[in-house]
């Protein structure tokens, strides 16, 4: 006798199965970022960056304070040289995001990644929300460190501010939020790119060189472009002063989200259309 046998009908993905593989997800990629050496180095350079060069730069401004003129007093920002290093901290977060996607691609880990988990969108999301925490933590505790070591400095020459002052407790978070989106773009580029080397260069590019070459343009295109770069829109979340060259904080945050969004938007398409 034959016998006949009815094909199974298809496991329904749930919403509960699909959150059990995304926190899955999220645990792999903490134990990829949490037992690399270059994660510890990385964020080590941040934390220095941030507070260290704060704190220094900080130093300097007190130390020459008394012969500065009226005009450089009234318009001073206290929170301007605490979160200088943001400038420099950005540069190594921004390699370490770009680390997260293509170390596995040069290993060849990524096979074995997309093996276990071939919901691409789930998996990127993974990447991005596990290393976004983690830059979210230590930018927020260097960025509070460095706020009240350095208002306490300036605090000698009656120049610091207190954080449940109008706009500070915003521009402090604002900074942390900087090097998480820094970081979320850091990652996407490092999707596109898929070579360690090509992404770290387009990244700088973007962080560094582009900025440079837009000052070469005639007025008044290099200002107007300019406010609208991602470096110029990360500072401008972090300043409690309105400068000329800086968009409002607002303003500033929404230009850095879209940068990341549209990013993270291009890195999912070809994650899902190329090959391992």
């Not at 927020?140 to 120049?159: E, G, P, R």
Request: proline share 4%; hydrophobic share 55%.
């Amino acid at each position: 006798m034959t016998q006949l046998l009815s094909p199974q009908a298809a496991v329904p993905v749930t919403d509960d199965r699909l959150s059990a593989v995304f926190l899955a997800a999220c645990r792999s990629e903490w134990t990829k970022l949490r037992t690399v050496r270059s994660t510890m180095w990385a964020l080590v350079l941040t934390v220095i960056a941030i507070i260290g060069l704060g704190v220094l730069l900080s130093a300097i401004v007190v130390g020459h304070w008394d012969h500065r003129s009226l005009s450089e007093i009234t318009g001073f920002d206290p929170l301007l040289y605490s979160f200088a290093g943001l400038n420099v901290a950005q540069l190594s977060i921004g390699v370490l995001g770009v680390l997260v996607m293509t170390s596995e691609y040069a290993t060849g880990v990524i096979t074995l990644t997309l093996g276990a988990t071939p919901q691409r969108r789930l998996l990127l999301g993974a990447k991005v929300v596990t290393f976004s925490a983690m830059v979210a933590v230590v930018s927020l505790i260097s960025c509070v460190t460095v706020f009240f070591v350095c208002q306490a400095l300036l605090a000698s020459k009656h120049a610091g501010v207190s954080i449940t002052d109008p706009g500070i407790l915003r521009a402090v978070l604002g900074g942390a939020v900087k090097m998480v989106l820094i970081g979320v773009i850091a990652v996407g580029v490092g999707a596109i790119v898929r070579h360690t080397a090509g992404a770290v260069a387009v990244l700088f590019a973007i962080l560094l060189i582009i900025p440079g070459l837009v000052q070469l343009l005639p007025q008044p295109w290099n200002n107007d472009i300019t406010l609208y770069l991602p470096s110029s829109a990360g500072a401008a979340m972090s300043a409690v002063v309105h400068f000329p060259n800086l968009l409002g904080p607002t303003a500033g945050f929404l230009v850095l989200l879209a940068y990341a969004a549209a990013t993270l938007g291009v890195a999912l398409v070809l994650l899902v259309r190329r090959d391992a």
